[in-house]
């Protein structure tokens, strides 16, 4: 660890922070340690490696345990925790657990869930072709809604901090959310419509966020799956610009 320069002599409201850095890092340093395996991005956010994600999302499913938090757990068989791979570039994010979804404690594992898996397979990132594997799947309320209405506010209060988690974790280039609550509850935006805003791009925590319909509305209006697939294609060339 070599090239730690001392930063007295430089103004700025960063200076703390890495005069603090250096300490520990001189720390480590005289343990002989050669190396931490984390890395500072562009923005200073510390970098998990997959396997550190892996880890955090586990301890985050210990911490939900047999979940009593709100109501919807008087009703549920499982909680939906979410699934896919912890580094992934792209994560969708739905309402809430339908009834296959309960039952098998997958997220969108019915007939809409196969629509989505239809729509991943059909996307890529840069020139290679995406499986479902490859992407991360999660709901704002993890325990299903009963006859699926909407989850209501005291349901979304309870359980949102655990869906801000898991993309504080996963921590993908870009969201593409699944139906008008997933959009609102995330962004905190009720007055936002999904007919008028679907296709544009918004910000969460400087994440890019792409509203699109949710395939449940699909499979009842199969006439606008184009739209989705036009969302989809701005999320794809979204991330070839990153490459
Ligand atoms: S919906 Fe969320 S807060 Fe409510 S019981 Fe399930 S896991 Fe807990």
């Known amino acids: 660890m070599r090239g730690i320069a001392g930063n007295s002599a430089m103004n700025g409201p960063g200076n703390d922070i890495i005069d603090d850095l250096k300490t520990v890092l001189e720390f480590y340093q005289a343990l002989g340690v050669e190396g931490i395996p984390l890395h500072l991005t ?6 998990q490696g997959n ?15 047999d979940c009593v938090r ?21 994560m ?24 989505l898996t239809k729509l991943i397979e059909k996307m ?24 699926n209405r909407d ?12 869906i801000e988690r898991q993309i504080e974790i996963i921590h993908p280039e870009v969201i593409i959310t699944l139906g008008r609550i997933a959009l609102q509850t995330l962004l905190k935006r009720p007055d936002l419509k999904i007919t008028a ?12 966020v792409m509203p699109t319909f949710h395939p449940a509305y699909l499979l009842r209006n199969p006439k606008d799956k184009w739209l989705t697939w ?14």
């Open 42 to 47: 562009s923005a200073g956010r510390i970098d």
């Open 51 to 65: 396997g550190d994600k892996e880890r955090l999302l586990s301890e985050l499913r210990n911490e939900i345990g």
């Open 70 to 90: 709100c109501k919807l757990s008087k009703n549920r068989n499982s909680i939906v925790f979410g699934e896919g791979k912890p580094g992934a570039k792209i």
């Open 92 to 115: 969708f994010i739905g309402e809430g657990p339908g009834r296959e979804e309960d039952m098998q404690g997958r997220p969108f594992v019915g007939e809409a869930g196969m629509l």
């Open 124 to 147: 890529s990132v840069g020139g290679v072709g995406l499986k479902r594997d490859d992407v991360y799947i999660a709901n704002i309320v993890k325990c299903r809604p009963p006859m």
């Open 151 to 162: 989850p209501e506010e005291d349901e979304v209060t309870k359980c949102r901090g655990f």
């Open 197 to 208: 805003v679907r296709g544009n791009f918004f910000d969460y925590n400087g994440i890019p």
């Open 230 to 243: 036009s969302d989809a294609q701005k999320v794809m060339e979204r991330l070839a610009g990153r490459d």
